[in-house]
């Protein structure tokens, strides 16, 4: 990533622009009254009227000048000169460069759980801090809490790999630096004051301590709570809010301003789950769900990221080397589509390829896929379901998908290779473009920049869980326009890399080489 003198300049000069008037803490409520016994409608119009700048998250003419990346520059400074500090490592890196080798943006309120990508909330930094790309994989999407209290502390990992020595990283929850726990409760409040879904691309985002509608849901209430009381904000938070105000946004986070509020809004915490006891608040045990009507098929079991790519040439002609993770049992149908998708559905205009498992399953670590001539298992028993499948040679996300019982399509991977994520809702969508499906969870998305051919050649000798983590760090990937990818075996010429993938106790080894075109 290049850097002209003049970005840099505006990196570092943007501190003392205070574009925003208003920002005094004294004088930005004034408009609510001076007895401060608001209430949420209240303090959300107040936020909601005064976020005056919807910043880009990254400037495509000018990464890290007026932008979410320059934002935090400023924001988050380390303790020397052109440095910031990271969060869940509570070290600094330099600011610049940025990206996937050195420091990236956490969202707090994760992406996954309701934020999107498109909505004020994607960009808005009360929520955002940064991190090292390995912490961004380890925390995933997870709520927030302590080890052992509503998961199983088997599950746990302490001190959480890449992070402080005072964290953990369990099944579905992260526990961050003690230093930074009350400034992620208040974050969190704040996105739940800000955020009610009335605004185009947002949802109605909550904090709570019964997380059933993971769309939108972030958790754990009582226990951002009780960091918040624990860790009240200092001096660095409070200059973080300010600055966030008169530099970047406009708005300001109350709960920073006005601890007290926190009571306010949400009432006393729930006492905390004896560890190793219930893994649900008693609250939350109260509330009745309906039970299913209706038979899960195998797709209702199976979770984004079961089914992965690890091999990708859309040069012609075509190939996707593909890898389950789990078992795949006989008369499974797996589609892989080039359709974009619209939020609910895709839209018929490139085509859809369906693999049907044959007799006797295909057991978990399987390698197989499509593409004449690449020596893959199954290659040629896909058959075409709809239209012309092609892939585009200019990037696209490829889609991996099964349909569950109720006959909707329940998506196990985007695979996107350079193309775009735009909005949902669209009619249609060019070339390349495609709305970001939701739920796609920790493992269900790989994003990648634009090459023609892909193959993963990162570590292998790894846990599932790890592995499936690995694919999604691009630096684990090697790309070419003109190199083609393939298993050794097939006609293709000198063998320039040899990879063994190993997962968890069950081995299989596969190997594959790139030649020239």
Not at 53 to 59: A, R
Not at 103 to 116: A, Q, Y
Not at 188 to 202: A, I, Q, W
Request: with cysteine.
């Amino acid at each position: 990533m290049k850097f002209s003198l003049l970005s840099l300049f505006a990196i570092l000069s943007v501190a003392s622009a205070q574009p925003f008037g208003g920002c005094n803490v004294d004088r930005y409520y004034d408009d609510l009254g001076a007895t401060k016994s608001w209430d949420k409608g209240e303090l959300h119009a107040l936020l909601q009227s005064t976020h005056r700048n919807v910043l880009p998250f990254t400037s495509r003419e000018d990464p890290g000048t007026d932008d979410v990346w320059a934002a935090i520059i400023d924001l988050d400074p380390g303790s020397t000169d052109g440095t910031v500090h990271l969060a869940y490592e509570d070290t600094d890196e330099v600011s610049i460069p940025f990206g996937q080798r050195t420091w990236i943006k956490e969202h707090l309120f994760p992406i996954l759980r309701g934020v999107g990508q498109f909505g004020p909330d994607y960009s808005d930094v009360h929520n955002i801090r940064p991190i090292s790309p390995l912490t961004d994989i380890v925390r995933g999407n997870s709520y927030f809490g302590e080890c052992g209290v509503l998961v199983r502390e088997d599950t746990c990992i302490e001190p959480a790999e890449g992070a402080a020595g005072d964290t953990c990283s369990c099944n579905r929850v992260f526990t961050p630096p003690a230093n930074l726990r009350g400034d992620i409760a208040r974050a969190l409040m704040y996105m739940d004051v800000r955020y009610d879904g009335s605004e185009p691309d947002t949802l109605d985002l909550r904090l709570t301590d019964c997380p059933f509608e993971p769309e939108r849901d972030m958790a754990y209430l009582s226990q951002m709570l009780q960091w918040h009381a624990e860790d009240p904000p200092d001096e660095a938070e409070r200059i973080r809010n300010d600055k966030a105000c008169r530099n970047w946004q406009g708005n300001r986070n109350p709960f920073v301003d006005y601890p007290e509020l926190a009571e306010q809004i949400y009432g006393e915490p729930l006492p905390l789950p004896a560890v190793g006891d219930r893994l649900i608040y008693e609250a939350c045990e109260a509330i009745t769900t309906e039970a299913p009507t209706f038979a899960p098929n195998q797709c209702d079991l199976f979770a984004p990221g079961d089914v992965q790519i690890w091999l990708m040439n859309s040069n012609e002609p075509d190939t996707i080397g593909l890898y389950s993770f789990v078992d795949l049992p006989e008369d499974f149908e797996l589609l892989v589509t080039t359709n974009p998708w619209n939020g609910e559905e895709f839209v018929e205009q490139e085509g859809t390829l369906s693999f049907v498992v044959p007799q006797g399953g295909l057991d978990a670590g399987s390698v197989f896929g499509y593409g004449s001539g690449s020596g893959l298992d199954y290659a040629q028993q896909w058959e075409v379901k709809q239209g012309s499948f092609a892939m585009s040679s200019r990037g696209e996300p490829i889609f991996l998908y099964c349909f569950d019982s109720s006959g909707d399509p329940k998506i196990l991977l985007a695979f996107n290779y350079g193309g775009s994520f735009t909005s949902a809702g669209l009619d249609s969508y060019g070339r390349g473009e495609s709305a970001l499906p939701e739920n796609l969870g920790l493992f269900g998305l790989i994003d990648l920049p634009h090459y023609n051919n892909y193959l993963y050649q990162g570590p292998t000798d790894l846990s599932e869980e790890e592995l499936k983590a690995a694919l999604k760090i691009p630096f684990n990937w090697i790309g070419s326009d003109m190199e083609r990818y393939s298993i050794v075996g097939s006609s293709s010429g000198p063998t320039s890399m040899n990879r063994r993938w190993l997962v968890g106790v069950g081995a299989l080894a596969i190997t594959v080489t790139a030649w020239a075109m």
